[in-house]
T-cell receptor, first 114, second 111 residues
Framework: DTEVTQTPKHLVMGMTNKKSLKCEQH?????MYWYKQKAKKPPELMFV???????INESVPSRFSPECPNSSLLNLHLHALQPEDSALYLC?????????????FGPGTRLTVL | RKEVEQDPGPFNVPEGATVAFNCTYS??????FFWYRQDCRKEPKLLMS???SGNEDGRFTAQLNRASQYISLLIRDSKLSDSATYLC????????????FGKGTLLTVNP
């Protein structure tokens, strides 16, 4: 089973709202990732967690706050977002945080900020 | 030069055609190479890893030329279901798990 699940599938929020995106995998993977993808663009890396510790933050604004409660779960907390933050947010996981390990992507959360 | 550069496309081919995608990468220290496919409004899915010796999986053949910093993907006998965006992905040198995606090439296979 190479499944990464994400909830919700769609999210509409106002600029003053606080919401969270959730990601889950049960493959025993120790690396998890958040990506942002705008229309007709490739995914852009936001954060990498390795063994539940944040190892990479790609200079993401603080209105995005990741959290890894345990090895299977990854959250992305959203607060005071801007309309330009509207995008597809993809979670991925891999066995370890190694370039040779395949990253498996979840179906994404399509976020619209009004 | 961009980190990962792909044919801009789009490619429109008839069923049964052979189609080739090309990709170049800028950092000679890059270690790992992949082709992902992404269907419209779906997540990227790994199609193949690319090895130095080249590798084949059914109708798909991937090649890597480290000297030219060039990666290719060949699809033979294309099917309607091959219609998707094909993403060339390279691990970023200096860190083993920071993948860099090319912009992708859209393929449409027509009946």
């Amino acid at each position: 089973d190479t499944e990464v699940t994400q909830t919700p599938k769609h999210l509409v929020m106002g600029m003053t709202n606080k919401k969270s995106l959730k990601c889950e995998q049960h493959m025993g993977h120790r690396a998890m990732y958040w990506y942002k993808q705008k229309a007709k663009k490739p995914p852009e890396l936001m954060f990498v967690y390795s063994y539940e510790k944040l190892s990479i933050n790609e200079s993401v604004p603080s209105r995005f706050s990741p959290e890894c409660p345990n090895s299977s779960l990854l959250n992305l907390h959203l607060h005071a977002l801007q309309p330009e933050d509207s995008a597809l947010y993809l979670c991925a996981s891999s066995q370890e945080a190694r370039g040779t390990d395949t990253q498996y992507f979840g179906p994404g959360t399509r976020l619209t900020v009004l | 030069r961009k980190e990962v550069e792909q044919d801009p496309g789009p490619f429109n081919v008839p069923e049964g055609a052979t189609v080739a995608f090309n990709c170049t990468y800028s950092n000679s220290a890059s270690q790992s190479f992949f082709w992902y496919r992404q269907d419209c409004r779906k997540e990227p899915k790994l199609l193949m890893s690319v090895y130095s010796s080249g590798n084949e999986d059914g109708r798909f053949t991937a090649q890597l030329n480290r000297a030219s910093q060039y990666i290719s993907l060949l699809i033979r006998d294309s099917k309607l279901s091959d219609s998707a965006t094909y993403l060339c992905v390279v691990n970023r040198a200096g860190s083993n798990y920071k993948l860099t995606f090319g912009k992708g090439t859209l393929l449409t296979v027509n009946p």
